[in-house]
Each structure stands twice: as structure tokens, then as C-alpha cells.
């Protein structure tokens, strides 16, 4: 089964920090990869997403790291601010009309002030 | 959003009994997906949508059912509630980008809790 594997589980981050959340994935056929962040009582937010024909995206304080060989990519965010307390979810889409996309587990961000 | 809405936002049903969500989508968006949220497992796609009357199962499909009759509503049934179906229910659209790019968007979430 495809899967994407994702940690910590939870992380805690003081104030001005930098947040660090990994994932791996299996299926060299996956094409596209998204973080979503969620706030409580909302549904999931498209946060930033990357192409594997590239190495690094970023945008504002959040960057994906991608490492194709290693099938493996994080979610670095700078000057952590207590407003990025959410969870976080990586995911992976392979190619197909239908667009499906596999999640990882998630992370539960808190940003300490 | 999206124009997107889940209905109700709230349920608490008895084991046995038989649960309809509704999702709702103002944007004449083709393509719809039912996910559930559990704690550790992210979300799971349960079935999706690719058209009126074009679905497909997902990785968690079974004791669900969906149905679309029309473009702007996408139906999630439980025909039998059991205790493992508590949950978040997420319904979510693709929309593409001028950039070729698709992106899902969620609607808020349907707490389901099965006793």
C-alpha cells in the first residue's frame, strides 16, 4: 500500500525558532507534494506544495526541503510564531486523473512564546 | 473555501442505525472526495467523485456509500453505523490553477460520533 510516513508526531518550538517536519514516502510514481496546515475545528489548508524536479521551495517563512533520492522532504518554517501552532499534514499525489492524495499521520505544532 | 459545506456539522447516531452526509459545492467543481480524520491515520480517502454518477472507492471504502446525483452534491452513507466509523468527516474539491496545478480544497467537517 502506498504510504507516507511522517514525524514527529508532535513537536514543541519556542517563539523565533525554526520548526523542522519530515516525511518519507515509498512510490517513485508520485508526482506532486503538499503540507496542509489545521487550525482546531477547521478543515486542512493547502500551506505550500513542491514538484520532484526541484530541490527547495519558498515561500515567506515556510520552505520544502526535497531530496528525491532519498524520497524524503520537510517542512522547515523560520521564526516560528505562536500563530503556526496547527498540525501539519505532508502528502503525495501520483499521477491520475482522480488526484487522489495520500496523508501522512500529521504533526501537532505548538509554538511556545 | 471553496464554497464548499458539510451538513449537518454535528451528529451522535446509535449503533445499527443509518447515517447520510451531505456535501455541498457552489463552484461546479468535477472532481469530490469524502475523507475521515482519526487521530494517528491523517486523512483517509473513503470514495471520491468524478462526475455525476462517476465514483470510485478509496482506501477505506468499505460500510460506506456514496451518491451523486448532481454536480453540487456529494452524498457519504453509512448503512449501518458501527463504533468505528466515530469520527471527522472532510468532503473536499480539485480546483486547478492557471498553472496546471490542482489543488484540494476541504470543507469544515462533520463530527460523527456512533455509540
Known amino acids: 500500500q502506498q504510504q507516507v510516513k511522517q514525524s514527529p508526531q508532535s513537536l514543541i518550538v519556542q517563539k523565533g525558532g525554526i520548526s523542522i517536519i519530515n516525511c518519507a514516502y515509498e512510490n517513485t510514481a508520485f508526482d506532486y507534494f503538499p503540507w496542509y496546515q489545521q487550525f482546531p475545528g477547521k478543515g486542512p489548508a493547502l500551506l505550500i506544495a513542491i514538484r520532484p524536479d526541484v530541490s527547495e521551495k519558498k515561500e515567506g517563512r515556510f520552505t520544502i526541503s526535497f531530496n528525491k533520492s532519498a524520497k524524503q522532504f520537510s517542512l522547515h518554517i523560520m521564526d516560528s510564531q505562536p500563530g503556526d501552532s496547527a498540525t501539519y499534514f505532508c502528502?503525495?499525489?501520483?499521477?491520475?486523473?482522480?488526484?487522489?492524495?495520500?496523508f501522512g499521520s500529521g504533526t501537532r505544532l505548538s509554538i511556545r512564546p | 473555501d471553496a464554497g464548499i459545506t458539510q451538513s449537518p456539522r454535528h451528529k451522535v447516531t446509535e449503533t445499527g442505525t443509518p447515517v447520510t452526509l451531505r456535501c455541498h459545492q457552489t463552484?461546479?467543481?468535477?472532481?469530490m472526495y469524502w475523507y475521515r480524520q482519526d487521530p494517528g491515520h491523517g486523512l483517509r480517502l473513503i470514495h471520491y467523485s468524478y462526475g455525476v454518477k462517476d465514483t470510485d472507492k478509496g482506501e477505506v471504502s468499505d460500510g460506506y456509500s456514496v451518491s451523486r446525483s448532481k454536480t453540487e452534491d456529494f452524498l457519504l452513507t453509512l448503512e449501518s453505523a458501527t463504533s468505528s466509523q466515530t469520527s471527522v468527516y472532510f468532503c473536499?474539491?480539485?480546483?486547478?490553477?492557471?498553472?496546471?496545478?490542482?489543488?484540494?480544497?476541504f470543507g469544515p467537517g462533520t463530527r460523527l460520533t456512533v455509540l
Open positions: 463552484e461546479n467543481h468535477r472532481y
Open positions: 502528502a503525495a499525489r501520483g499521477y491520475s486523473s482522480a488526484s487522489k492524495i495520500i
Open positions: 473536499a474539491i480539485s480546483q486547478w490553477t492557471s498553472g496546471n496545478e490542482d489543488t484540494q480544497y
